[in-house]
């Protein structure tokens, strides 16, 4: 008699067949495809300040090329400390309370496993960052969407007390936010902390933006409130401020009761971040004065005029961001029956790629829209306008 066969043990594991690439990647991958302009993805193709690129040049030079502790070079430690006392006011040990990460996606990841189990609910406010989702459903954390309230993507307070669980262990907030451009206002951040306290949650904060604020907008820290720094998990980095996205370098700042196993398990991930790159961060932090930072806000103010000046010109619809490099555009006027289709129109119809807005929000939800990067080199940018124009 016949035998039916044993299942393989060849097989993928149980995420691996719902996961596909990210949308930002696709396009990316389509707009070098054909030679188009990149204003999908948030690669910040803006020149290296010279300090930063000098730092890690005369580090390699230097020698600094081996591997370092785990939470990173003791120099760039401490310049994260003082510039977070510096900017908010807060005091972080060098010495156990400061991650040098691979990228904050790293940071992120590290922090994830220490501090959560599978079957845990993180509350995501939507439009969210997709990375953020994919990282928490990669350690199958649950993501519970909270959806903000457009135009402006304003707090919603009862969605927020309504997603909560007994199984929810976190909240995450992106503020400035990606893809959203969304500054939560001061009254928000004290109503999330409120909500975290009242619920004894983890607050973990991905603060990247926190230089690019527009047309007097404040980004307010959340571990500067009462009762918060001890819960807070700060994310950010220097990807975006020093225009170095490849370098992957972020940085977690968080209590000592916390650092201790999210290093472990960003040593166990990544060993630790580039170190002769560290030098370079550290250098910017060191040398780069207060105007630098003003003056990048101010020039990605006007990238952001010129982009929203053009796309009202081509037909979309689009509020100005209060921060951030992304401007989420109304596309209904584009061919296709989907955004993902809508965007491949018009990198066919003009060579400027833009990210399907249905990739920031759950299925089914933001198929009108268009996420385009502005941070770009100003000639670039200028032709990618010229061109949207012409649509």
Not at 1 to 12: G, N
Not at 82 to 111: C, F, I, M, W
Not at 165 to 192: C, D, H, M, Q, Y
Not at 310 to 335: C, E, I, K, N
């Amino acid at each position: 008699m016949a035998t039916t066969p044993a299942a393989s043990r060849l097989a993928l594991s149980q995420l691996a067949p719902a996961t596909i690439q990210s949308e930002i990647r696709a396009m990316t991958l389509e707009c070098d495809r054909i030679g188009g302009i990149n204003l999908a993805q948030g690669i910040c193709d803006t020149p290296v300040p010279d300090a930063v690129e000098e730092g890690a040049i005369q580090a390699i030079r230097n020698g600094e090329n081996i591997y370092t502790r785990l939470d990173g070079i003791g120099r760039l430690r401490t310049a994260i400390a003082q510039k977070q006392q510096r900017d908010y006011g807060l005091t972080y040990n060098p010495e156990g309370e400061v991650l040098v990460s691979s990228g904050a996606t790293g940071g992120l990841h590290a922090a994830a496993m220490a501090l959560l189990n599978p079957g845990d609910e993180v509350l995501i406010f939507e439009p969210f960052y997709g990375y953020h989702v994919a990282t928490l459903k990669s350690l199958r954390v649950v993501p519970v969407f909270v959806q903000l309230t457009e135009p402006d993507f304003a707090l919603d307070l009862d969605a927020l007390r309504a997603a909560v669980s007994p199984r929810t262990r976190a909240l995450l907030l992106n503020t400035p936010a990606n893809p959203s451009g969304k500054v939560f206002s001061r009254a928000e951040t004290e109503a999330i902390a409120e909500f975290v306290l009242e619920h004894d949650l983890f607050l973990i904060t991905d603060e990247i933006y926190e230089y690019f604020v527009y047309d007097g907008a404040r980004h307010i820290a959340p571990a500067t409130l009462p009762g918060m720094r001890e819960r807070t998990i700060t994310l950010s980095g220097f990807s975006k401020t020093f225009s170095v996205t490849g370098w992957r370098l972020g940085y977690v700042t968080a209590d000592a009761r916390w650092m201790g196993a999210i290093s472990y398990f960003h040593d166990l991930t990544y060993v630790c971040a580039p170190s002769a790159l560290q030098h370079g961060a550290a250098a910017g932090l060191e040398q780069l004065p207060p105007s630098f930072y003003a003056q990048l806000a101010s020039d990605h103010q006007s990238k952001r005029a010129r982009i929203l000046s053009a796309l009202t010109d081509a037909g979309f619809q689009a509020s100005p961001p209060a921060g951030a490099y992304y401007v989420l555009a109304q596309a209904a006027h584009l061919p296709g029956q989907n955004a993902a289709e809508k965007a491949r129109h018009l990198l066919a119809a003009t060579g400027v790629a833009a990210v399907a807005g249905s990739a920031f929000f759950r299925p089914g939800h933001g198929e009108e829209l268009l996420r385009f990067c502005f941070a770009k080199k100003d000639h670039e940018l200028d032709e990618a306008c010229a061109r949207l124009r012409r649509l």
